[in-house]
């Protein structure tokens, strides 16, 4: 079983920047694959990216790359989400997930957090 908080999230003007953070606990084997997927209001869930623990290695959605980063502090078991330059379309509930391996397989993630909101206004 793994555990995840998300923080970080508010209300930005556009342009602005955000971090959100996920720190994950209990059995972190199964957290090897950490991601942040959105929902924004009456929309579907988007995943926007993912990091590998242990290998550092790194994949984002086309709609958030060069924008945002994805790294990880494995000594705190934490996962932190890098938002620049942040747009209306960002806003959105932002949520932490995790797997035991093969982190691109976005649409099985089994473990979730419980989400902290984006608003960027324009």
């Known amino acids: 079983q793994v555990q995840l908080v998300e923080s970080g999230g508010g209300s930005v003007q556009a342009g602005g920047s955000l971090r959100l953070s996920c720190t994950a606990s209990?059995?972190?084997?199964?957290?090897?694959?950490m991601a942040w997927f959105r929902q924004a209001a009456g929309k579907e869930r988007e995943w926007v990216a993912w990091?590998?623990?242990?290998?550092?290695?790194?994949n984002y959605a086309d709609s958030v790359k060069g924008r945002f980063t994805i790294s990880r502090d494995n000594a705190k078991n934490t996962v932190h989400l890098q938002m620049n330059s942040l747009k209306p379309e960002d806003t959105a509930m932002y949520y932490c997930?995790?797997?035991?391996?093969?982190?691109?397989?976005?649409?099985?993630?089994?473990?979730w957090g419980q989400g902290t909101q984006v608003t960027v206004s324009s």
């Open positions: 997930a995790a797997r035991g391996s093969l982190c691109a397989l976005v649409s099985h993630y089994n473990y």
């Open positions: 990091i590998g623990t242990l290998s550092g290695n790194t």
């Open positions: 209990g059995n972190t084997y199964s957290s090897n694959c």
